[in-house]
C-alpha cells in the first residue's frame, strides 16, 4: 500500500503537504510505486492520514506538476513517472554542519597569508562602506570589470609596477585563471605556447583546454634563452620574470628586451604574469616586461598574496589589438568577480592603504623568508635550495630519496601542512605566507624528523 511508504511528523516545521510530496516522489524514483499504479484517492488518504483533504490536493499537485503522477477524470492518480531502469537514487545522510577545517600547527602551504600583514579593519570597513550604498548592488557589473576599479588600478599598477596602460585597456576577472581562459578566447584555439617547467600548472590546465601545444623552453642563469623560443616558434610566451632561470632570480633588463625583439620579430605575445612583483623585497622592484613594449606584452596582476587569498580578483591589460576582439565578444560576457570586492578593493587602493600595506608586507615578508632560509640550511645541510621571492617559498631537493606517502601520513598526523605543488620522493616546498615567524624553526626541524625517520626505513 501507498500509506506504507508515506511518513508523516506532525511536530516538524516541514509542511505536511510537502511530507506527503516527498514520500509519494522518493516511492517513485526508488520504485517502490512503478507507472501506471493507482494512487489513493484524495479522501481515501484524507481518511487514513487524518489530515485534511486541501493538505492532500496540495501534495498531489505538486506531484502532477512535476509529471510524476497524472489525474484521469473521473478515474484517479496514477504514477506518471518511470524509474524502473533508472540506478536509484544515492541519499547523502552524513551530517557535515559540524565539520570544521583542520588546524595545521604548523602550515607551509601556499593557502593563507600572514595575518600580522593585512588590516582586516579596513578592509571590513571598505566592504561596509560599498554595502551602505544599496543603488551600487541593484544592477549587474560591469563585464570588463567596474569602472572606478579599472581607474583605481591605472594609477596602481603604473605607480607601483610601472605598467604602461589606459583604462580602457584594463579588464578584471575572477582570479588568475578566469583571466586566462578569457585571454585565450580571445586569442583563439589550437596555439602554441611556451612556458617555464612546473611553474604555472593552473595555466597548463586553462592551454590544454583551448588545444594549446605546451612546449618548455630552456633556461640560463638570466631566464628564458632566445635559442629555445627559436627552436619552439611559440605563439604566446609566458613568463613570471620575478622567478626566471636556473637560479629563481628577477630577469635582468636585457633578457627582457631579447625576449621583446624575438616577440615582435616573430608576431608572438607575451604573457607576463607578474605574480607578487610588487612585494619583491629584497630589491626594488624592476619595471614590468610590458613597461617596454604595451604591444606584444599582455600584463596580469591579481591580489590574492598581496591583499587577501579571498579576494578572487586579478587583472590583465591588454595590447590595443587583442581589445579589438574583447570589444566583439563583450556582449556576451558575464563579470563573475564579485562586483562588492571590485568597488571595495577601488576604494581601498584609492584610500592610499595599499601603499603602507605593500611597505608593512615587504618588511613581514623580508624577516620571514631569512627565518626560513636559516631554518631549512641548517636542518637540511647538503640539501639543493631554490628561494621564490614573490611566491613566498623555498624548495628543498634531498641528496636522497624517501618514502613520500610515508612521510605525508606523517606530516598530516603531526599537523603539519607542507606545499602541494612540490612533491616527490626528493622535492619538497615550504611556503612562508602564512605560517607565524614564531613557528617557523620548530616546524622546520619537525619536519627534518620525520624525513629522517622514514628515510631509515629504506
Not at 208 to 237: A, H, M, Q, V
Not at 417 to 445: A, V, W, Y
Request: aromatic content about 10%; charged content about 25%; glycine content about 6%.
Amino acid at each position: 500500500m501507498l500509506y506504507d511508504f508515506i511518513i508523516i511528523d506532525k511536530n516538524s516545521k516541514k509542511p505536511l503537504y510537502r511530507q506527503i510530496y516527498h514520500s509519494v516522489r522518493k516511492a517513485i524514483e526508488n520504485g517502490n510505486l512503478k507507472k501506471g499504479d493507482r494512487l489513493p484517492s484524495i479522501r481515501e488518504l484524507s481518511l487514513a492520514l487524518s489530515l485534511s483533504k486541501t493538505t492532500i490536493i496540495a501534495a498531489y499537485d505538486q506531484l502532477c506538476a512535476e509529471g510524476y503522477i497524472l489525474n484521469r477524470p473521473k478515474s484517479g492518480y496514477f504514477v506518471a513517472a518511470d524509474f524502473e531502469n533508472r540506478p536509484k537514487i544515492a541519499e547523502n545522510t552524513e551530517d557535515n554542519s559540524k565539520n570544521e577545517n583542520k588546524y595545521y600547527e604548523y602550515d607551509f602551504s601556499t593557502k593563507s597569508i600572514d595575518s600580522n600583514v593585512i588590516d582586516l579593519a579596513i578592509w571590513r570597513k571598505e566592504i561596509k562602506n560599498i554595502i551602505n550604498r544599496s543603488y551600487l548592488l541593484t544592477s549587474y557589473g560591469d563585464a570588463q570589470g567596474e569602472e572606478a576599479l579599472r581607474y583605481a588600478l591605472q594609477k596602481y599598477a603604473l605607480g607601483i609596477r610601472s605598467v604602461n596602460s589606459k583604462m580602457t585597456n584594463i579588464i578584471v576577472g575572477a582570479g588568475t585563471q578566469a583571466v586566462l581562459y578569457l585571454l585565450c578566447s580571445l586569442i583563439g584555439c589550437g596555439k602554441r605556447v611556451a612556458l617555464q617547467k612546473s611553474s604555472f600548472v593552473q595555466s597548463e590546465f586553462v592551454f590544454r583546454s583551448f588545444g594549446y601545444e605546451i612546449c618548455y623552453f630552456d633556461s640560463d642563469d638570466l631566464g628564458l634563452t632566445i635559442s629555445s623560443l627559436d627552436s619552439i616558434k611559440p605563439d604566446l610566451i609566458l613568463v613570471n620574470p620575478n622567478f626566471s632561470g636556473k637560479r629563481g632570480l628577477n630577469m635582468p633588463v636585457t633578457r627582457r628586451l631579447e625576449m621583446i625583439r624575438w616577440a615582435a620579430d616573430h608576431g608572438a605575445y607575451i604573457i607576463e604574469d607578474d605574480f607578487n612583483g610588487e612585494l619583491r623585497y629584497s630589491s626594488h622592484p624592476i619595471p614590468c616586461v610590458q613597461y617596454y613594449d604595451a604591444q606584444h606584452t599582455i600584463y596580469i596582476g591579481s591580489f590574492s598574496k598581496v591583499l587577501l587569498p579571498s579576494v578572487r580578483i586579478s587583472y590583465m591589460v591588454l595590447p590595443e589589438g587583442l581589445m579589438n576582439a574583447f570589444a566583439e565578444s563583450k556582449p556576451y560576457i558575464n563579470q563573475i568577480a564579485s562586483k562588492t570586492e571590485q568597488l571595495a578593493l577601488a576604494g581601498y587602493l584609492n584610500s592610499g592603504k595599499m601603499d603602507s600595506h605593500i611597505r608593512r608586507a615587504r618588511r613581514v615578508y623580508l624577516e620571514k623568508s631569512r627565518q626560513t632560509l636559516e631554518s631549512i640550511k641548517k636542518y637540511f645541510p647538503g640539501s639543493k635550495l631554490t628561494f621564490n621571492e614573490t611566491a613566498m617559498y623555498v624548495a628543498v631537493q634531498l641528496p636522497y630519496t624517501v618514502k613520500r606517502d610515508e612521510v605525508d601520513k606523517l606530516l598530516e598526523e603531526h599537523a603539519v601542512r607542507l606545499m602541494t605543488s612540490i612533491r616527490s620522493d626528493r622535492d619538497f616546498g615550504f611556503c612562508f605566507s602564512g605560517i607565524p615567524i614564531n613557528k617557523i624553526d620548530e616546524g622546520t626541524r619537525l619536519v627534518s624528523e620525520i624525513i629522517s625517520n622514514a628515510s631509515a626505513d629504506l
